[in-house]
């Protein structure tokens, strides 16, 4: 069972720390903490993490629409990731 985060999460919600690598390099990054969503379409991953391992784009993008309504666009990147 996966621990609850209660101290970025109100409900509090279950989170992984995860290690993601970018497949171009094989640089890595560790203790990634991911919100677990198992109805989630995609998986959203830290843009500090994605900027950082220089993760390659591709062409899909996304919208997003958070709880308030707000829309928003995210591309998609190519990462290996496990926890």
């Given at each position: 069972?996966?621990?609850?985060?209660?101290?970025?999460?109100s409900?509090?919600?279950?989170?992984?720390?995860?290690?993601?690598?970018?497949?171009?390099?094989?640089e890595?990054?560790?203790?990634?903490?991911?919100?677990?969503?198992?109805?989630?379409?995609?998986?959203?991953?830290?843009?500090?993490?994605?900027?950082?391992?220089?993760?390659?784009?591709?062409?899909?993008?996304y919208?997003?629409?958070?709880?308030?309504?707000e829309?928003?666009?995210?591309?998609?990147v190519r990462?290996?990731?496990?926890?």
């Amino acid at each position: 069972m996966p621990a609850y985060d209660d101290s970025r999460f109100s409900p509090p919600a279950p989170v992984v720390h995860s290690t993601l690598r970018c497949p171009q390099t094989g640089e890595t990054q560790t203790d990634i903490p991911m919100l677990i969503d198992s109805g989630a379409d995609v998986t959203l991953l830290p843009k500090t993490v994605v900027d950082s391992l220089r993760l390659e784009s591709s062409d899909t993008k996304y919208q997003l629409r958070a709880f308030d309504g707000e829309l928003s666009i995210s591309e998609a990147v190519r990462a290996s990731f496990w926890f």
